[in-house]
């Protein structure tokens, strides 16, 4: 095999390039090794840290933990219907409104809302919600983002499990150090009949 004096020339810078990586690991200290390698992990430590604390990674919990809020297992008595409902409440922010088309008017009071939410869990035995297709936009200064999504109910009223969907739209904003809806609205039905959410 023929090999030009280029080729030899670039082997030997790579070469030498190696050689002069492992000599340089080779003449650190162990004291500068484990600062190298703290170093690495506290890069690596905040990296992690602002991924998770990220707006769009706290909205998109907080969307998931008022799902898990609106599931329902098995009977539940009245005044365990009503704490979830008041925890429902947790996630709107002061001034809330919460529409539903094609229907007139909202929900822009507390007791409605809770109201709402009672009717909508205690017209079934069990109620599971899942979401899909979400897209956020974030707002100036990333305090507010608009979040719309697929919502999956599964709910069962005592024939079996029936599902309906809804593409919702929700303004999020920051409150208190939290994320909460301002505005929360069902577009359209993607799936199934019915009356949502107590309307």
Do not use: C
């Not at 162990?30 to 992690?48: F, H, Q, T």
């Not at 297992?73 to 008041?86: C, N, P």
């Not at 229907?103 to 079934?124: C, H, I, K, T």
């Not at 919600?129 to 005592?158: C, H, K, W, Y």
């Amino acid at each position: 095999m023929r090999f030009d004096d280029t080729d030899v020339d670039a082997r030997g810078a790579a070469n030498v390039g190696g050689w002069e990586d492992v000599v340089i690991v080779r003449n650190m200290s162990p004291r500068s090794i484990r600062l190298a390698v703290l170093a690495v992990v506290v890069v690596a430590a905040w990296l992690g840290w602002n991924w998770w604390r990220s707006p769009d990674r706290r909205i998109y919990r907080r969307l998931d933990a008022l799902m898990d809020q609106l599931d329902k297992h098995g009977d539940e008595s009245a005044l365990a219907g009503a704490a979830t409902a008041q925890g429902v409440l947790d996630f709107f922010a002061p001034g809330f409104i919460v529409r539903a088309r094609p229907y007139e008017g909202g929900l822009s009071s507390q007791q409605e809302l809770a109201g709402a939410v009672m009717r909508f869990r205690g017209a079934a035995r069990s109620v599971s919600i899942d979401v899909s297709d979400r897209q956020l936009t974030l707002g100036p200064g990333e305090r507010s983002g608009e979040l719309t999504f697929v919502a999956n109910v599964g709910m069962d009223r005592g024939a079996g499990t029936g599902r309906e969907s809804w593409r919702v739209r929700s303004l999020w904003i920051e409150d208190g150090g939290e994320w909460r809806i301002s505005e929360l609205e069902l577009l359209e039905r993607v799936e199934g009949a019915g009356t949502p959410l107590g309307f």
